[in-house]
């Protein structure tokens, strides 16, 4: 005896249980079994929506390279203007460095000379010395109560 499902009772080898069920039966007429879209000779799916005109990425890309060419021009031509005064501006940065340097020389040159002439009068004047620091103290408390 053929075995037989639990629900049925046909056998389970008869083709003729199948018919009910759907099983066997096509899923399209197509003989690739695509359905019955119609696919583009290559074989991708036609869409009214992807419908481009052929090297429009090329006219994109040359855009664009165009585009880049110009910015980049733009910037030599802008490099090329500004190099002289960015130079100037070296320039004077580097002459004002260079006075600041001198004026600070002149200025510890200024400080060192008074520091020993002021040297030189203590020890010639000691006691005129202590007596001027002293009143110098005093004033300053003064000042600062």
Same mark, same amino acid.
Do not use: F
């Given at each position: 005896?053929?075995? $037989?499902?639990?629900?049925?009772? @046909? *056998? ?6 199948? /018919?009910? #069920? ?25 869409? *009214?929506?992807? &419908? @481009? ?5 090329? =006219? ?5 390279? /165009?585009?880049? @060419? ?13 190099? *002289? ?10 002459? &004002? ?8 020389? @002149? ?15 203590? #020890?010639? =004047?000691? +006691?005129?010395?202590?007596? $001027?620091? +002293?009143?110098?103290? +005093?004033?300053?408390? /003064?000042?600062?109560?």
């Amino acid at each position: 005896m053929a075995a $037989t499902s639990g629900n049925t009772s @046909q *056998p389970l080898n008869d083709p003729s249980a199948d /018919k009910g #069920r759907g099983v066997g039966s096509s899923m399209s007429s197509s003989p690739s079994g695509m359905g019955s879209s119609n696919p583009t000779p290559s074989g991708q799916q036609a869409s *009214p929506h992807s &419908a @481009q005109a052929p090297g429009s990425g090329a =006219n994109a890309n040359d855009v664009l390279a /165009k585009v880049v @060419q110009g910015a980049h021009q733009t910037v030599d031509r802008l490099a090329e203007t500004a190099a *002289p005064h960015v130079q100037r501006l070296q320039e004077g940065v580097a002459s &004002a460095g260079d006075m600041i340097n001198s004026r600070a020389g @002149q200025v510890r040159d200024l400080g060192d000379e008074w520091t020993e002439s002021l040297r030189c009068t203590v #020890r010639e =004047n000691p +006691l005129a010395a202590v007596a $001027t620091a +002293l009143a110098v103290g +005093l004033l300053i408390a /003064k000042l600062t109560r």
